[in-house]
């Protein structure tokens, strides 16, 4: 274990940040979980050392760093649901804006200076029909997309004046679960589309709704680009590669280039399962754009990354066999 290199990585008890550290392990790196568990699982963190503890403790980043000679920092650790900071952006940018903050000034301190951002395609705000390019204007329309969208402003000035190595990958839809099913997508409440029309299945939330469907789309509903998260957790060891060659970084989309919408994946699903998703159709969610498809080409051209596991059968399917694991069913017709 001692010969491979450390690499912090911060949320690394949760959803992406799990399966970024199962990659590491794979690929020789010895993944640092450093997790204050707020929404984090104790049960996730299976491929390295753990250490309690909160982004904003400078000082006990900068004492992680040194007692493990950490290499990189990959932080993933942040609140990311859309509605909820439009409700409270206070939470979101103490959290996520000064939180990186405090981890970037605790990097300093350790002499710590390459970096990966665990970035959002919400910093785009209402794109549009065309596919995104890192080069369009970003305009985020919500406080989750503007705090991300921030910490890439700094990031970039702390690569001129620090010399910081700094990769924003901006995720689009997060989706899937590793094919071991031992870790993937758990939250308390559940937001997000695939996980809740799914415990929705199970009989585990009392409903489903449908946000809108008088969008601007094929079919009206919200049209979003779906990416396994293991294909996510690959991109960030191939920019973490280059990071170790010296690489400055920079933002780069991780998407498919294909949109799907909400009735497109409610269809997979009841494809998958053999069941329809009982829905209800509601107002559209506050700070929701109506299409968000990424442009791959240059996560391809630069990290030579391709989205191996994004296709939409396999995500339902790996994110399927997560939920009938981790959840015990409730309905007699779930199984
Ligand atoms: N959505 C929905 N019902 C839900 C959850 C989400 O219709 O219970 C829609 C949401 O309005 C958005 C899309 O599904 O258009 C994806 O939402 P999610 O919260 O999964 O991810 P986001 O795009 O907000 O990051």
């Not at 308390?188 to 799914?198: N, S």
Request: hydrophobic share 40%; aromatic share 10%; charged share 20%.
């Amino acid at each position: 274990m001692n010969d491979r290199p450390s690499v912090l990585v911060t949320g690394g008890a949760g959803y992406i940040g799990s399966h970024c550290c199962k990659a590491l392990f794979e690929a020789g790196y010895n993944p640092v979980c450093y997790d204050n568990l707020s929404t984090g699982h104790r049960d996730y963190i299976k491929w390295g050392p753990f250490v309690a503890g909160d982004i904003r403790d400078a000082a006990k980043v900068t004492a992680t760093l040194r007692t493990h000679d950490v290499v990189a920092v990959m932080h993933f650790a942040a609140f990311s649901l859309v509605g909820e900071s439009v409700a409270d952006p206070q939470k979101y940018y103490l959290n996520n804006l000064a939180g990186t903050l405090a981890l970037l000034q605790g990097m300093r301190e350790a002499g710590c200076f390459r970096f990966i951002l665990s970035s959002t395609g919400a910093v785009y705000g209402n794109a549009g029909r065309e596919l995104i390019n890192e080069t369009d204007r970003c305009e985020p329309i919500n406080p989750y997309g503007t705090s991300k969208w921030m910490i890439e402003r700094v990031l970039s000035d702390y690569r001129d004046a620090y010399g910081f190595g700094a990769f924003c990958l901006r995720y689009f839809n997060a989706s899937g679960a590793d094919v071991s099913g031992v870790i993937g997508e758990q939250r308390d409440p559940e937001t997000h589309l695939i996980p809740r029309a799914m415990m929705a299945l199970q009989g585990h939330v009392p409903d489903f709704s449908i946000f809108g469907d008088d969008y601007d789309t094929p079919d009206g509903t919200a049209v979003r680009d779906y990416i396994h998260v293991t294909d996510l957790a690959a991109a960030h060891v191939l920019a973490l590669k280059l990071l170790m060659q010296g690489h400055r970084g920079g933002s780069f989309n991780l998407g498919t280039g294909h949109g799907f919408s909400v009735r497109q994946i409610l269809a997979a699903i009841a494809q998958e399962t053999g069941r329809e998703v009982p829905q209800v159709m509601k107002p559209r969610r506050a700070g929701d754009p109506a299409m968000l498809v990424a442009n791959p080409g240059a996560a391809r051209d630069v990290l030579s990354f391709e989205a191996a596991h994004s296709d939409l059968p396999t995500i339902i399917r790996t994110a399927w066999a997560w939920h009938r694991r981790a959840h015990p069913l409730k309905t007699a017709a779930s199984s």
